[in-house]
Each structure stands twice: as C-alpha cells, then as structure tokens.
C-alpha cells in the first residue's frame, strides 16, 4: 500500500513568487494534515481537512496560504505570494476516519521551500 | 496553553550504550502522548503512543517509553542504541478531538561506533 506522497520535494522560489505543494494521501483516509517545520523550531499544525472541509484551519499563518482538498482526495497548499518566512519543510499526514488523535497519523516526506 | 518541551537538541551515545531522550509537556487534560522518528529523506514514523493503562508502552524497534503524570513527562528510553538509530525524534501530545499534534522541538540523535 502506498504511503502519503508529496510533490515537489524540494522547491527554489523568489520572494513575490507563486507556490503550490501537493499531497496525495493513504488511500481512504479521511483525515488530511498539513504541518510546517521552520528550521530551528517545532513542528507546527496548519490545517486539517476530514475528507473536504476543513476541520481546523487555526495554523494558518496568514491569507497568504489556501489550502484545498477538492473530491476530499489529494490536496494543494499555495502560498502567494510567498515571503522569505514562508520556507521551511511542510509536511503533509493522513489518518483513518475519525477525528481524534487515537487514530495513527501517517507522515509524508515533507516538501523543503526555499524562499530567496 | 499545550506545550511540548524536548530539552536535548543533540544527543551523541555510543552504539551498544543506552539512550533516554526527555519529553516534558504542559497539557490541560489527560494528554494522548507519542513518539515520532524521522531519518533523512523520510517521513516521520510512529514509535509509540500512550492513551491511557500501564504507564509503561513499548513501540517498534526496541523503543519504550514510560509515562509520569507527575513530573508531566514522557520520556523515551531504548537499552542499546544501533547504528541505525541515528535520526530525528519528535515528542507530540494530541487532543482526544480534533486530531491535531504539538510537537516538541526535536532531538537530533547521534551514534558513534
């Protein structure tokens, strides 16, 4: 069985500039998490998605960021325009229907963006 | 607010040595607790978790970690370390609802032969 998938898993762009990151998620997992690690700091929770709607969405740092997760399957994270505090490694997790943290939450690789 | 505090960013141990890597948090209620690994170019992967019972749970590779509601730790013990252990080691705590992890800074382990 596949696992969480991300692409791209590196992306170079300039302040101003447009970014989408996407992620596939398990097979049937209804619960779709984006996280963002900052070098340096913890990782933080963005947003969660139960099939398409959001959840919880009290990470997001500002309106920069949209999350979407049409068809409640794999789901894109645009940042525009981005600014050089938006890089970091975001990783994408999914997990089993049901909304508690009981249910195991399977991590992608995570997309590294840099911001010049 | 929650919180989740690893104190250790770098840990270097022997292969064949003992490991205990710290966790404290600061959490309202009962917390769902766990252990997160990530080693380069990977993911991060499920060691344990605890939800409730005996304080003490044991995860995959070896790893255990026990428990103290009194001291608000959760820290994370192997008794020989392998090489391949070197990684990344996450703390989390969770909310029964909701699903949202908080996680800790990290502590970057190190083994040398």
């Known amino acids: 069985e596949a696992g969480v998938t991300q692409f791209p898993s590196h992306s170079v762009i300039e302040k101003g500039q447009t970014v989408t990151l996407r992620c596939d998620p398990i097979s049937g997992h209804d619960n779709l998490y984006w996280y963002r690690r900052v070098m340096g700091k913890e990782i933080k929770f963005l947003l969660h998605f139960v099939k398409e709607s959001k959840q919880d969405e009290s990470g997001m740092p500002n309106n920069r960021f949209l999350a979407e997760r049409t068809g409640g399957t794999y789901s894109t994270l645009k940042v525009q325009p981005a600014e050089l505090e938006d890089s970091g490694v975001y990783f994408c997790?999914?997990?089993?229907?049901?909304?508690?943290?009981?249910?195991?939450?399977?991590f992608g690789p995570g997309t590294r963006l840099t911001v010049l | 607010a929650q919180s989740v505090t690893q104190p250790d960013i770098h840990i270097t141990v022997s292969e064949g040595a003992s490991l205990e890597l710290r966790c404290n948090y600061s959490?309202?209620?009962?917390?769902?607790l766990f252990w997160y690994v990530q080693s380069p170019g990977q993911g991060l992967q499920l060691l344990l978790k605890y939800f409730s019972g005996d304080t003490l749970v044991q995860g995959i590779k070896g790893f255990e970690a026990e428990f103290k509601r009194s001291q608000s730790s959760f820290n994370l013990r192997k008794p020989s370390v392998h090489w391949s252990d070197a990684a990344e080691y996450f703390c989390a705590v969770g909310r029964v609802q909701g699903g949202k992890l908080i996680f800790g800074q990290g502590t970057e382990l190190s083994v040398k032969p």
């Open positions: 997790a999914s997990s089993q229907p049901g909304t508690s943290a009981y249910n195991e939450q399977f």
């Open positions: 959490y309202g209620a009962t917390p769902y």
